[in-house]
């Protein structure tokens, strides 16, 4: 394998900023992560990457990850995760590099051009397309491939792959061969703080667990009950209802958290129920959108009043304070959904 090595210089820090006066990214935000200082790292749009600290002030990292890279192939953020060191890890889809806290970046794992999944150590194993990634706090790293190869005319579908620590690459399942997993679309992962992973069926409409030991269970959502012209119903999880969940985080009480595209909301299981947790958007008839949707908008203020848009696109992530910072993509900016309940905008482009 080969690897390459470029040190990238931070840049100047800007004035800190209040919650009235958001901040400007050098381009719109595609990927956010916290570290464990509880600074935010952005990714955004062509290879820019900043941190932004808990009390506003901004540095880049680097506007360009291809910076210092001679040949391919070159760094892209196409997913993004960040382990319990601060060290980040990024993808082309088939390569992942690792970018260390001081700016390093190196070829972590995956080989170029083969667009193959191969299990084994890291000289052997080979990605074909992955999606999302997402460190394991107990050590290693989930991704979740697409497979679109539809050799068996069954449409795509999904691996679900683990890099040890040790970076052994194993496969776990995958959404054709498990028949409690089994999906066509999956919209966003998360992980807990022992390792069981999260997944949200785009296609079924619902949020399922992953187990260490193997076992599936659906905790929110009924599965596949609605292909078309789906509804949002809160309360009981035997009969609460979603329309379009995506990326998942767990907040320090275990609690799940999600980002509902369709709905521009986010939403919380907890004690059995599913609640809205921050927005306020109309939800439109069924005859206006037979995949389902609610008005978008663009709004701060307490959680229950906030708006959003999120597509095209959304991303959360989480800090030790459970702070939620969240990627508005139809509004490109960054809002934050304080443990106290209000929405406020972090970064706003024009």
């Given at each position: 394998m080969r690897f390459f090595i470029v040190f990238l210089?931070?840049?100047c820090s800007l004035s800190a900023f209040t919650q009235t006066t958001p901040l400007k990214l050098p381009s719109s935000a595609m990927q956010i992560v916290v570290d464990s200082k509880d600074n935010?790292?952005?990714?955004?749009?062509?290879?820019?990457?900043?941190k932004i600290a808990p009390n506003g002030t901004m540095i880049v990292i680097t506007d360009d990850l291809q910076k210092g890279f001679k040949q391919n192939p070159y760094p892209k953020c196409e997913a993004l995760a960040i382990d319990g060191m601060d060290n980040l890890y990024f993808t082309d889809r088939n390569v992942i590099w690792q970018m260390s806290p001081s700016g390093q970046i190196n070829t972590f794992i995956g080989?170029?051009?083969l667009a193959r999944r191969t299990d084994g150590s890291a000289a052997v194993a080979s990605f074909r397309s992955i999606q999302y990634m997402k460190a394991d706090p107990t050590g290693g790293i989930f991704v979740v491939e697409r497979d679109d190869t539809n050799k068996d005319g069954q449409g795509d579908y999904y691996v679900i792959r683990k890099i040890?620590?040790?970076?052994m690459v194993s496969t776990i399942t995958d959404t054709r061969n498990n028949p409690a997993l089994k999906s066509t679309w999956i919209a966003g992962i998360?992980?807990?703080?022992?390792g069981n992973l999260y997944l949200s069926d785009g296609a079924a409409r619902c949020v399922k667990k992953l187990e260490k030991n193997g076992t599936i269970t659906t905790l929110a959502g009924i599965c596949n009950k609605r292909e078309f012209k789906p509804v949002y119903i809160q309360g009981d999880i035997s009969k609460a209802e979603l329309m379009s969940p995506e990326d998942i985080v767990l907040n320090r009480k275990g609690e799940i958290i999600f980002a509902d595209l369709r709905l521009n909301r986010i939403i919380k299981i907890a004690g059995n129920k599913v609640t809205t947790l921050a927005g306020?958007?109309?939800i439109q008839p069924n005859s206006l959108n037979m995949g389902g949707r609610s008005k978008e908008g663009y709004k701060d203020g307490k959680a229950l009043t906030a708006l959003f848009g999120f597509p095209p696109r959304v991303q959360i992530a989480i800090d030790s304070k459970d702070n939620l910072y969240i990627i508005d993509g139809g509004n490109d900016c960054i809002r934050k959904l304080s443990a106290a309940g209000l929405v406020t905008t972090v970064s706003k482009n024009p």
């Open positions: 210089a931070m840049g935010l790292i952005v990714h955004c749009y062509r290879g820019r990457m900043v080989l170029p051009y040890s620590a040790d970076k998360g992980v807990d703080s022992v306020a958007s109309e």
